[in-house]
Structure formats: C-alpha cells, structure tokens
C-alpha cells in the first residue's frame, strides 16, 4: 500500500498539520533568487518509516534520490514526535551511505587472523549446517528432574540472541525456527534492559506494559522520573513533557547523579545507586501514616481490603516461607485467606490486622525519613518534600528505564511504583500510570513475541517439567490462555494440529525449570561446553553485557558464531580483540581461538519493510526507502533462506526428533512476505479465510489460528493493515489517536482505563473522562477502546467489576498474593507473584559500601534469592575495602547501547568522542585527578583505562555515617567502529535479579587511580 | 506580503540534547569535525567552526548561593537587523532577506575574512579549504519552501522555536514571565535595549541570568568603523581597481586594526 500523496504532506509537515509555515496564514519570505541555490528536497522520493534507537517509537520521514539517502526528519503527523527527532534518530542517515557496512557475507576460518568474502549459498549452508551438527550431536531426549524421567526434546548446545533490532516479522520467524529445532537458550536484549519490568507490572496490573501512552503525558500533573535520563535515553518522553509544562506540570527527577534530566526537572534528589527502594518505601510509609491514600479506588480496584493469610510475616530481612540452602521461597503463606468458593476474603474494615493495608503498614513502618536518609544520602528535608509533593497533586506518573530495572532487586524497585500509584488511584486514569520506557526500538515485541527462554508468544509460559502435556499447562496457566496456546499450534503445525493430538503439543521441546537459560548462562555453558553454536541477530554482547571478561572467553569456547548485523562490531569481531582488560591467559591470538565465524550483512531499517511496536505497544508500518547495500538482504529473507535450508537438510529424515522441523508450517511467499507472515500472527478462520478482528473472535476449537493471540485485529479482510494507519483524530482531545497506527491488545490505548470510574462506570474526574458506561445502550463507550473482557459487561455483573481483568483477582495487587482464580474445579487465570516477595524490601547490591541498614541478618545484605557467583572462579565479589567507589554504568544521549551503529556516525561520535568516567570534584582532588586525566579504573573483575570528567553534578553523600563516593560511566565503546574505546563493561557484574535475570549494571564496587 | 522571521532559544527549556546540531550537519550537508579533543568536557567543540555553524554550549556553574546549574545555549549567527558581516562584505556577498535571515553567498565570497573581524558577536568562520566564509543561514531555503528550520523542527525540549518575530517576542515575554519566579533577572535577548546596537536580532533568547553569564555580550554594536569601510576605504579600492584577491590582502590588516579598536 502506498501513502497518498495527503498523507506524505502530513508528514512532512506541509500538509494540514504545524511545522509548516504556510500554515501560520501569510506568505512565505521569498528569497532573493540569485542566492537561492536548488532545494535539497526537489525531485527526491519520500518515504515514512519509525526511528530505530530507543522505543519513543518516533515517526520518520525520508528523502531518496537516485536510491540514495539524503534527508532525514522526523514525521511531523506521528502523535509520539510530531516532528522531533534527537541526535541519534538524525544521525542514523549516514548508515545508509556509511563506507564501513558489510556488503557481502564473510566467513572466518577457526584459528584463522582474517575474513574471507563468501557467497550467500555458502554462508547459509554453512550456518544451517552448524545449526544441524549442534542440534544432531547434542540432542536430549530425556533427563532427570528432581528424580524424575522426563521426556524433553529439545537441545541446550544452540543459543539465540537478539530480536529488538529486527521487525515484529523477523521476531517470529526467528522464535518460530528456534523453537521447532528445540532450543531453550533464546534471549534478547530485553534480560540485558527490561525483563524486569514484565514480572513487575504484571504482578500487580495483569500485564508487564507501559500502562499510558506517550501523548497522554499531556494530562499530568507530576511526572516523577527515577531511574532514567529521560532527556538523553528517551527523548520524546522529554518532548511530550515539556508540552504539558503549559498546564502546570512539575518534575522530579531522583536518581544518582545530576545529568540533562535534572537541568529541566523543577526537582532533583540525588540518592546512592541500588537505594530505590528504601526512597520509595519511606514515601509508601508517608502515605499510609498520614492516610494519603485514595480509600474508595483502593476498596473498589484493589486487593487493599483483602485478608492475607495470618501466617504470613517478614522477620530479620526474611519473608515466610524462605529455604536458606535453595535460595528459594515457598510460597504459600504469601496467599489470601479464600472463601468457600475459593475466592479471596475481604474485610469492610481497613485496620482489620490481615488485609494487606494493615500488613503495608506494617511493613513500611521501619522506612522512616532518617532511617532511609541513612541509607540512600539524601536528607530528611528532600525525602519528605518528595513525600509531601508526591501526595500533593493528582494524577501523576512514574516514568522509568534502566534505572530503576538494571539491579538485582530490579522487579521490586518496579513495584514500589506499582504499590504506591495504586494506594493514589494513579492507574487507568488519564495523566497517571506508570511509564517503563523500553529501551531498544522493538524490544516491546522482542518480548512479546517471546524471544525469551520461558516464554511462548503473547506471554504464554513455555511449558516445563510441570506442564508438559496440555492438560497440565492448561491446569496451571488457566483455560483463558489455553486457547491462545491451541491458536499459536494451529498457527504452527496446520493440519497436523487437531484436537486428538493435544494440537501436536507433544512436539514441543521441555524446559527444565531448575535451568537458567538467559544470555548470560548461554556464555557459562558455553565454557562449561554444553553450548556450541549461538546466532546473534542484531546484539553486541561484547559491549553490551556486563563482565566482559566472560563473554570473550564464552565466545572463544563455541564452535561456530552465526552473526547478523550491518557491521562488524565486537561480538562479530571478538577473535580480534586487541586487549585483555580482564588478564585472561588463554585465547590471546586468532590462532588460539578455534570458533569459526560466518557473518551475514542484514539491511538497515531503511532499506527493508516491516512493523515495530514502540514502548506503549503501538504497532507502526516501515516502508523501505533507500536501494539496500552491495549484497546485504533483509533480515525476514535471511531467516527464510535460513529455515528453508535447514528443512532441506533434515528432508529425508525419519527420526521422530525432526518431526517439528519438517511438520512447521512456512511457506511465506517472496513478495510481501512480512504482510504474509502477520496474517498469520494476526490469525484467520480456517474454514473461511477471514482474519479475525480481535481476540473476541479467537475460538478454542481448532477452527481458527492467531500465531500470537494479543496482535490478534491488526490486519483485517480487504488488505487493510492498520499499523499503516495515520489517522489524526482525537475525540475527546484526550491523547490517544485511536487511528494512527494500530495498539495491542484491541487496540487499548491506556491500559486498565475501567479503573478511571466508579462501581457504576461514570468516571470519577467527569472532565478528564475517557471511557464510560453508557446505560442507555448497555455498553461501556469511551475515547478510547475500554479495556473491558465484553463491552456488554455491565458494571452491576461480576465482569463489569474487574479493572484488572489480567489478574486472577480482577483487581489491582498492592500485596502480589499467591493466587490462582478457580472456576469449575479448573484454574481459569493464574496471578503471577514476584519470587523474592510479595512487597517490595530493600536489601544492598551484591557489591555494596556498607552494611544493609535494616537488618543484620547475613542472609539479608542482599537480595535472599539472588544466586552468586554461579562460577566462582570468573565471578567474584569486590569489597569496598579493595574497591572503595561505587560505579554506576548507562547510555548517554549521543551513543546508544553496544554503540555498533552509533560508533559509526560521524556527527554522533564528534559530540562524545571517546569513553570517560565522571568523579566528584572532591574525590578527584584527595586522587589528585584533573578533567582529562587519563585514569585506571579497576574491579574485582578487570581494569580498563579512560580519561576523567571532575564534576560537580555527583555530590559526595554520607552513607550509615560515613563518606561514600559515587562516579558513573557510559559503556557504549569497544575496539570496532569510527570511534573506539575502553568497554565500560570489563568492570561491571553479572549478579542478576532472580525473578527475570537482569543484571546489577547499576552499581558495582570500583577502584581509580592517575594512570 | 513577505513576514520577518524570528528564532527563539529558551535557555531555560534546554536540555542540550544537541539534536539540533546533528540536524544542522545534515540538513547543510556538514562533516564532522573534531578539531576540539575531549579533556573531560562534555561541550563538544571550544567554539563556532567552518564545519559547525550551530554549536550547544555547555557549562557548569555554581551561583553566590552555592546552588548548581548546568547552563545550555545554543550558538548561531545571530541574524542581526543591522548586520556588520553584510556592511562591511567587500565583495557584497552578503544579503539579509526579508524573512530576516543574513546569509553569505558562495559565488561571490572570495573569503577574506572581514565578517569575522566585524561581525560583534564572532560567528562567521573561514573554511580554509574552499577559502569561503561560513555560517547558519536560518535554514533560508527551508524557510523558502514552506518548512522550518531544521533545528528547530527537531528539538526534542520544545526549546527552539520559529516564527514571526510578532509571535516570537510573545512567546518569548511569557515564557520570561514563568522563568522569573525562580530567576527574577531573567531577560530576553535579541529585542530592546540589549542589541540595540545592531538593530535587534532575528536569533532571539530567553535568558533566567543576565546575558554575559552565557557568554553573550551586554551591548553588541555594528561598528563605526564599518561606516568608514563601506563609505571611504572600499569605494577607493574598487576605483583604484584593485583585483579582488591582492587588495583584500592589505584591506584585512586595515579591517583588524579596526577590529581590534573595537574591543
């Protein structure tokens, strides 16, 4: 489909919207014509598309000529940016003319010192011959978990990584393929950013998303920003802000270190890395001893007035049920006290001693202003006027990134926000949620297509020892998800999938739940040599993964890398690498590593077709605009080369292992093929060939397909895509374009919007409503899509009652109770409960420079459950008498990530030149450092060298009464691109959060010295 | 009828994501340039090159209060009503059109150098390789064809902001009026008293402090000396038929000495 000529004008900005001055009612000033050189623009081509750093999701609009790239700008009718773009999104029209990109696939021989230019035959037949050689001579069939014989299928010898960086058509091709060969280890850069928030928000609302959109921030009153650099890391969370500074907006910006965030915040508290929790939980305290809270919200939308079952506690740091040799909690005595129908019990009364305000109560008590004063380095004055501001005003919103997340207590830093926005009423309503901005362009469907180890597309778990038949997975997942599950099948195996067979769910390989399969234990078995073979499509995990030291020597343990990227960055080039900041003494030369190397040029965005889903699960159409580069082919052709080579060569087998290779459904025809393969995401009727419209029309009975139930109504019959919408209405003025480009699930805009009104569905803000019951019709009516499961469900039913419908409860969990909803005598929805608590308790990072402040239980300096060092050898823990500053690691605005295109843009690399490490003034003076100095900095783990900023924006703080000193630095560099540097992540830890895996970039202990 | 154009820089918005810079290179087609090395700063080049017509300044500051502040100003030809780059072009290379916009003509800029030395607020550069003078040109063939120009079009802080010098100076006065309950000196420059002296700016700046704080001159002036340049020195020289090149030479030390009088 091609955009009419109306719709490019709105781009641009010429046609009906600003941006243009002919719009503005008078002529345009004429130039003098001999000074008039020709207009850039005259005679190119335009095209839209969407931005390809962080997950804003901004619109683009591009200029061809002659197939070349020569303008970028944003899209000036796209709701995210209306125009902007930051330095990266601009500076990403030199990729398509840059003289570094791969144009044609190499290979480099094991021990060999160089590249060598290969077809693209070659290159696939040898990736999917390695695939097949990992696959065949590293089978499991079965193993033994906790004593039991499993049947398991699956092979842990091959490793996926990446998917943020590929379209939404590429992500399920690339989880299609690796599921049907058995694979477990798959991960993408979601672990290394985000995988904290889903377990978070999911806990307490039902789904894992960024609950607002963007263009709703105009609705707020206080956007409170911690744990992110907003004005450089997602700058169109910055644009949308500062729009509404017109109505009255205010800032706070809490985080370790003033940065271009805080220059426009109206507030800024600086606290220690890794002391979230203990900020917020004085806050949570504040709001409940001076009864801040909204009761009524709390009564009608969540589980405030429920009972907590009375053997419940928390004693010396540690809750119930905690078993000190597995690490593990259990549980049980995290649940509800249930009725006979098996439903929670509530009490009418507040301060009844069980319901989960009293146990909020409680627990919070000990978070008084001096106690966590002590521990985070603010003052008493700043933590109350955050208090006092915070409950000052209404709504408001948390906006967050890798602050907040990158920690191993990153899932319950999330939840304090969850705790506290619910205890406000804060969320469904217009102004207010909780924005967890993602931080690669498609890492929201990274995710949501589960490119994740113990996940299935749409959220569905991947089955385990536990669930490996379907009535088992039906039993603990619930019957609600079952039919997404039958769908996927279906979608997956066609007619091989009937009702007899379980939907051929008996193909699916089996996960073992005692097992680790993320990124970081990819490298660890790699060493171990249990993996063998990892594909990387699009992540540089020898920048961008903490403790480098251990990705190298993972890398060097493999016996072949599949790479696919536009340039050969570090991961691609690691047999290279020039330095060894961590001292190993193996794999030295190109001659000591044995892995061989088969690298296969992707296309830029710019060049290829597809969608994207940004942070607020908006789906957007890609056009392609530029010719591709030499030989490079888009990445959805790569895959199906691929797949189609490795069923060649498992064709004539008859082993029942390769039976999901050669019964996988893909026959995606070359042209349009991503519009082919989101038919099938999208799902159909069977019989008829009608897509459906919704998830309302997916059926359980094998008659319809849906590869991924939530996109379910992004395509419709006729060819209409509506992620290509640009739609500029706004009814209600309430910033949600309900048609420009197409949001999941059914296109809600602002998630748990039922929980804007009342028991009687009539909003409770009357002038900032945005759904509605409406009696008079019988239906809930709005602005936006309600996010009701029927439209016909009345507010005096049941389901007109459930808010967050997603949860067992229906009802928002300020206390993430062990709960499963029971219906029939079957589970029909399960609430998912954080493994380290039910509510958020602050415990130090791994590596911390003092002692926990609230108990001295030795369990309990840090995290109970998190497990480190898993290899003691490569991983150890520094302390603060050897490595006496903390460190604190993130982005900058002009870099971005693994820095593999950003190192590559000239304009982005003359603003940040090169990786530096920024010291308080007073430290740098007692080290006798100045700026530029060039300085060592050591870990436990390695020692890298970069020069010093001395600054002022990071204040000394006293810690439990002593002086701690905090420095930060950006990790984007390594030895590949036009600019290269120290990796900042030699020195950081690999110490992960034991709900989702993310790893503690956010503090570490370190050491400095002049070099 | 053609509309006078003006540019507004709120100083107090800025949150020096340089977006406008990089915007700048590409929409003029610009190199990067890295002829300041880093020694522990974040501003990215010392000053203006012929390579970098718009540059964020950066600078840390803590005020007699011993509070912070981070102060960002974004740097560009000024686009002045009266322009001493354009009086004193030997060559008449340099035309202020209607919208306001000052602009350099390549065809007739034989670079020599003589609005930098004028010019009061140092923004015109020399690029050594092609011997032409530089500087942002508001973006005057955008403006000419219906678009804004490129850095303002893609601020992310709603920082910059274009149109005509009528709603500019509006905007401008609003927005001085909220800054002032945190920075009671706050002033706009470009308007009034400050830059009277070269007739007003079509680069204008909401400032919380007083201009030099921000490395703005307190009373840019067009210099005398231009009147006598354009009224005595150069009608000589182009009667005495001096070629372009050799009478330039010995003009520029003339042109410096003036210069230097001025400062």
Known sequence: MDLSRRSFLKATGLGSLGLALSNLGFDIPKAKAEIMKEFKLTGAKEFTTTCHFCACGCGQIGYVKEGKLIQLEGAADCPVNRGGLCSKGLGYSHIPNSAERVKTPLYRAPGSDHWEEISWEEAIDKAARAIKKARDENWIDTETINGEQVKVQRTDAIGLIGGSQVNNEECYQLVKMTRALGMMSIDNQTRVCHANTPPAMSAAFGRGAMTNPWYDLKNTKLAWIEGSNLAECHPMGLKNLMNAKKNGLKIMHVDVRYTRTSKIA??????????????????????????????????????????????????????????????????????????ANGKPMRSENIDDPNTVMSKLKQHYSRYTFEKVSEITGASVEEIKMAAELYCSVKPAVFMYALGMTQHTIGVENIRCFTVLQLLRGNIGIPGGGIDAMRGQPNVQASTDYGIMFQYFPGYLPFPTEKTNTLAKWTHANGTFRAKFLINLLKAWFGDAATKENDYCFGLLPIR???????????????????????????????????????????????????????????????????????????????????????????????????????????????????????????????????????????????????????????????????????????????????????????????????????????????????????????????????????????????????????????????????????????????????????????????????????????????????????????????????????????????????????????????????????????????????????????????????????????????????????????????????????????????????????????????????????????????????????????????????????????????????? | MAKEMAMLHDVARCSACRACMVACKQWHNLPADFSTPFEGQYQSHADLTSKTYNLIKMNERTDKDGKFHWDFIKIQCMHCQDPACMKGCPEGAISRLDSGAVVIDEEKCVGCGYCTTNCPFNVPRVDPDRNKSTKCDLCFDRIENGMIPSCAKTCTAQAIDFGTIEEMTALANKRIEEVKKDFPNANLYGIGPATEGVGGTHMMYVLPEKPSVYGLPENPKTPASIDLWKDVVRPIGKIAGVGAAAGIAGLFVLSKMMGKKNH
């Open chain 1, 512 to 1011: 073992n739940t005692s097992q680790n399969d993320s990124i970081y234990v990819q490298f660890e078995k790699a060493i171990e040599g249990k993996m063998k073979c990892i594909y990387f499509a699009g992540q540089n995990p020898m920048v961008s993964n903490p403790n480098l030291g251990m990705v190298h020597r993972g890398l060097c343990h493999l016996d072949t890398v599949i790479y696919q990227d536009l340039f050969v960055n570090e991961t691609a080039a690691f047999w290279q690498r020039p330095d060894n900041p961590e001292g190993s003494d193996e794999f030295l030369k190109p001659a000591d590593i044995k892995t061989e190397v088969i690298f296969l040029p992707a296309c830029s965005y710019l060049e290829r077709e597809g969608t994207m889903t940004n942070s607020m699960r908006m789906i957007q159409w890609r056009m392609a605009g530029p010719d591709k580069v030499g030989d490079s082919k888009p990445d959805y052709e790569i895959c199906d080369m691929l797949w189609r080579r490795i069923r060649e060569l498992y064709a004539n087998s008859t082993d029942p292992k390769d039976q999901p290779i050669k019964l996988l459904t893909w026959n995606y025809p070359k042209e349009h093929m991503v519009e082919h393969i989101m038919r099938e995401v999208n799902g159909y009727d069977l019989s008829t060939g009608h897509l459906l419209n919704g998830i309302g029309e997916i059926k359980d009975d094998g008659t319809t397909n849906s590869g991924m139930w939530i996109y379910a109504g992004i395509m419709r019959d006729g060819g209409v895509h509506m992620a290509k919408r640009r739609g500029q209405e706004d009814n209600g003025d309430m910033g949600i374009y309900p048609n420009y480009g197409w949001v999941w699930p059914d296109n809600i805009h602002l998630l748990y919007n039922r929980a804007s009104c009342d028991e009687n569905g009539n909003p409770f803000d009357p002038d900032k409503k945005i759904v509605w019951w409406n009696a008079a019709t019988n239906m809930w009516e709005g602005y936006d899509r309600p996010d009701v499961g029927s439209l016909n469900a009345a507010p005096s039913t049941p389901a007109g009652q459930k808010p967050f419908r997603m949860n067992g409860e229906g009802l928002g969990r300020i206390f993430a109770a062990a709960y499963s909803d029971v219906e029939n005598g079957e589970t029909r929805d399960h609430s998912s409960t954080p493994v380290d608590g039910p509510i958020p308790e602050f415990y130090e990072p791994v590596e911390s420079p003092t002692k926990n402040a609230l108990h001295d239980n030795p369990n309990a300096q840090f995290s109970p459950c998190v497990i480190y060092p898993r290899m003691p050898d490569l991983q150890k823990i520094g302390t603060k008498e050897d490595f006496p500053y903390v460190l604190c690691s993130s982005s900058l605005a002009e870099h971005w990530c693994g820095g593999t295109i950003t190192r590559n843009v000239p304009w982005l690399n003359e603003l940040v030149k090169e990786p530096f490490i920024e010291i308080p003034k007073k430290l740098a003076d007692k080290l006798g450092i100045k700026s530029g100095d060039k300085v060592k900095v050591r870990s436990v783990r390695a020692e890298i060298e970069e020069k010093a900023m001395v600054t002022d924006r990071i204040k000394p703080l006293m810690i439990n009464g002593e002086e701690v000193f905090v420095t930060w630095q950006p990790y984007n560099w390594g030895f590949t691109g036009l600019s290269k540097g120290a990796s900042g992540n030699y020195i950081t830890i690999d110490a992960l959060d034991p709900n989702a895996q993310s790893q503690e970039f956010k503090a570490c202990l370190i050491d400095i010295r002049k070099a």
């Open chain 1, 266 to 339: 109206d507030y800024f508290i600086q606290i220690r890395p890794g002391t979230d929790i203990a900020f917020l939980g004085a806050i949570i305290n504040y709001v409940i001893q001076n009864k801040k809270y909204d009761e009524r919200y709390i009564r009608l939308h969540t589980n405030g007035f429920c009972l907590i079952r009375p053997d419940f506690g928390f004693d010396d740091g540690i809750f119930t049920g905690y078993n000190e040799k597995t690490r593990k909690y259990n549980m049980e005595s995290w649940g509800y006290q249930l009725d």
